[in-house]
């Protein structure tokens, strides 16, 4: 087995790698995700290290001398830091030839062949579900037997192997929480809407979903949602909270958790069983008698995609979802005192000003405890993309600027009666108008009178949020 690290490269200064599947960017408030994408593939490997120099705060020199003592290097990327992080595969070939460096991640996955010709450094890249691919390069296989594998040759040739079957039986794969014990640091990742410190699992992989943004479904996941099963589920819980007691919350961070519904319901019994303090991904359709047997058995918070406030524009995107729903959704969710961080997405095919407008009033209306403001973004792969590119808003094979040079996320798509401008300054008006109410300020301090933690981390995060606001004015 040759020693493997699986990297998360220096970025952006908050740069919220570990959730490279949603969010390619700094957050409003500096978060981390954990890199469960890498995680799993290094439970295959027996001695591997997941290193994430994001989160460690790690500089471009430290994570280059730590890369350098491994034989190979796996590095995962996304469309915006590809170009960063090409450069450091560059730097690190520079300085230890001999070192094997490869890629993973939905950008690599659907531009293999690009991806290679972008850099001679690279010497892999893997497409599909790609943690035995993964396993394999680690294992010391023939290229050329590797499936799923894309790579160059002696003669610097890229080949390109068969396909990588999707993966059915997802119990076959070990559990990712004792890789986060060993190699990371939890008290290095925080999120705003979850208790800290938590950890981040999937349950399983797919979505059933046809959101035509969304990226991992469209590129590695699938629309099939393959899931583990509950036994496997509350055995690695179980791991948890026998190993890493100082873990106040369990994130299940499926795209879509709460699709089968027997399935949540029997593993929040058992989550019950256990308790556990526990939040998931949810669709804003979950009936109330679910939501009851998930709140009785330790549900805090859902985070849950509403996207936009026009019901036109969630038929656009192909949500599956109406506002009517939506709302008694939401109004279920209070009811039983169940949490939700709202997530919106500005920019959509269908946007308008008035439109806009519509769905800060629909924010307001719903009123999540927390919400997330995103700009639409047209990633390679997904139907998004083709859409922007067929429609004119895009140019094909030109290079995307979905971030700054600073990481903060950019308007990609404008329309003759919207500019990328105009979109991208509404996502400070949507902010302020939600977050700048009276009762919303009173709501906020009232939780900050819980405790004095909540207190201390609620003020750090008003500074960060208004840092935000006040670089995206500018």
């Known amino acids: 087995m040759k020693r493997t690290l699986f990297l998360q490269a220096p ?23 954990y890199p469960t994408w890498l995680a799993q593939p290094a439970a295959l490997v027996p001695g591997s290290r997941v290193l994430d120099a994001p989160a460690d705060g790690l500089s471009f020199g430290e994570t280059l001398t730590i890369a350098r003592e491994y034989d190979v290097v796996i590095i995962h990327t996304s469309t915006p830091s590809f170009p960063a ?26 531009d293999p062949h690009n991806s290679l010709t ?3 450094a690279l010497d892999f890249v893997c497409r599909e579900e790609f943690d035995y691919t993964c396993k394999e390069v680690a294992e010391g296989l023939p290229f050329t037997s590797i499936a799923g594998l894309s790579w160059r ?12 079957p999707v993966l059915e039986n997802m119990d076959e794969l070990p559990f990712v929480a004792p890789i986060y014990k060993r190699d990371l640091n939890i008290r290095n990742y925080f999120i705003g809407y979850l208790n800290y410190p938590y ?24 629309h099939r949602y393959r899931v583990r099963s509950v036994e496997n589920v509350l055995a690695e819980v179980r791991w948890i909270r026998e190993n890493m007691p100082e873990v106040k919350e369990i994130m299940f961070d499926d795209d879509t958790f709460t699709d089968f519904k027997p399935r949540v319901e029997e ?34 918070l859902l985070l849950v995609g509403y996207e936009s406030g026009d019901d036109q524009i969630l038929l656009n995107i192909k949500k599956g979802l109406r506002t009517d729903i939506a709302r008694r959704f939401s109004d279920d969710c209070r009811t039983l005192g169940i949490k939700v961080h709202g997530t919106f997405i500005l920019g959509l095919p269908g946007e308008t000003k008035e439109t806009i407008e519509k769905t800060i009033r629909y924010a307001k209306e719903i009123n999540p405890h927390t919400i997330q403001v995103s700009l639409a973004a047209p990633y390679p792969g997904t139907a998004l993309y083709r859409q922007a590119v067929d429609s004119g808003w895009l140019a094909e094979n ?3 600027n979905l971030v700054s040079k600073e990481g903060v996320q950019l308007a990609a798509i404008g329309y003759p009666h919207l500019s990328r401008e105009d979109i991208y300054h509404e996502l400070e008006r949507f902010y302020k108008r939600f977050y700048f109410r009276p009762s919303k300020i009173w709501e906020i301090v009232r ?28």
């Open 118 to 120: 972008a850099s001679d």
């Open 11 to 33: 970025s952006f200064d908050g740069f919220d790698g570990g959730a490279g599947s949603r969010y390619q960017a700094k957050r409003e408030i500096r978060s981390f995700w």
């Open 85 to 110: 992080d090409a450069l450091f595969a560059e730097h690190l070939k520079e300085a230890a030839p001999a070192v094997t460096i490869g890629m993973v991640g939905a950008k690599v996955a659907v």
């Open 398 to 400: 030109k290079v995307i």
């Open 153 to 164: 040759n002696a003669k610097g040739e890229i080949q390109h192997n068969d396909a990588r």
């Open 447 to 474: 939780e900050m009178l819980t405790s004095w933690d909540m207190t201390k981390r609620r003020l750090r995060e008003g500074v960060e949020f208004f840092r935000f606001l006040r670089a995206h004015e500018a």
């Open 267 to 300: 593993i929040a019994r058992g989550l019950g069983k256990l308790g556990v303090t526990w939040s998931c991904n949810a669709k804003a359709n979950v009936p109330y008698s679910t939501l009851r047997i998930m709140k009785d058995n330790g549900l805090r």
């Open 199 to 222: 950890v981040s699992l999937y349950t399983g992989r797919g979505c059933r979903s046809r959101c035509t943004f969304c990226l991992w479904p469209q590129t590695v996941g699938g």
